[in-house]
Each structure stands twice: as structure tokens, then as C-alpha cells.
């Protein structure tokens, strides 16, 4: 049974940072690429970013660029997502994502596989 866990959501002041973390198990991890991807009430799901099995290009929302740094540990089985001068536009459930195979084919939102409850991040202005 594949778990998908995420964690490191809360609240930041804008221009402030966060760091989320995510663990999958139940499934061999550098079989797949990851993503990320958030919701805000109201919104339509985004595609934030997304990196491959080997970890050697990263893929990032025009939204993000420049701000977000998406990596992952295959060792522990762990992807995380760096966030740093958090907009309060950024203020969504993020959600970490299986990707259905090993790369992203270029995109932020491919096709995902599974996903987690999410975690909230809140950005005051």
C-alpha cells in the first residue's frame, strides 16, 4: 500500500521561508519522479514542480521560479520543497505527488499517480 506523508506546513510572514517534507513508502522511490502541487480554497490545482528519479533537472511553475527549490533524497525516500519569499499568494494545501513514471516530461503537473493529505501553508501579509 502505497503512503505518500507530507509535513512542514504552517504559518510565515511574507518574505519568510518554509521547508516541506515528504516520505512515500509502499513503492520503490527512485522509480518515479515527484511533484509538488497546492490548492487554494476556490482555485484550481496548480502544478508547483517536479523533479525526475535521478533528480538531475527540476521543473518549477512561472509562479515559483526563481523562489522554490524542489530536491530529493532517495536514500531516505524524501522530497522536499524549499520556499523561500513566500508571497500570501502562495497560501494553498500543498500536496506531494507520485508521478506515474520516471520523468516529468517537462511539466509541473504530469500525470500523478498518488498523493497525500497535504499540508497547509499560510502566508500573512
Known amino acids: 500500500q502505497v503512503q505518500v506523508v507530507e509535513s512542514g506546513g504552517g504559518f510565515v510572514q511574507a518574505g519568510g521561508s518554509r521547508r516541506l517534507s515528504c516520505t512515500a513508502s509502499?513503492?520503490?522511490?527512485?522509480?518515479?519522479?515527484m511533484g509538488w502541487f497546492r490548492q487554494a480554497p476556490g482555485k484550481e490545482r496548480e502544478g508547483v514542480s517536479c523533479i525526475p528519479w535521478t533528480g538531475s533537472s527540476t521543473y518549477y511553475a512561472d509562479s515559483v521560479k526563481g523562489r522554490f527549490t524542489i530536491s530529493r533524497d532517495n536514500v531516505k525516500n524524501t522530497l522536499y520543497l524549499q520556499m523561500n519569499s513566500l508571497k500570501p499568494e502562495d497560501t494553498a494545501m500543498y500536496y506531494c505527488?507520485?508521478?506515474?513514471?520516471?520523468?516529468?516530461?517537462?511539466?509541473?503537473?504530469?500525470?500523478?499517480?498518488?498523493w497525500g493529505q497535504g499540508t497547509q501553508v499560510t502566508v500573512s501579509s
Open positions: 505527488a507520485v508521478v506515474g513514471y520516471k520523468y516529468c516530461s517537462g511539466s509541473t503537473n504530469p500525470d500523478y499517480m498518488y
Open positions: 509502499g513503492l520503490t522511490f527512485d522509480d518515479y519522479a
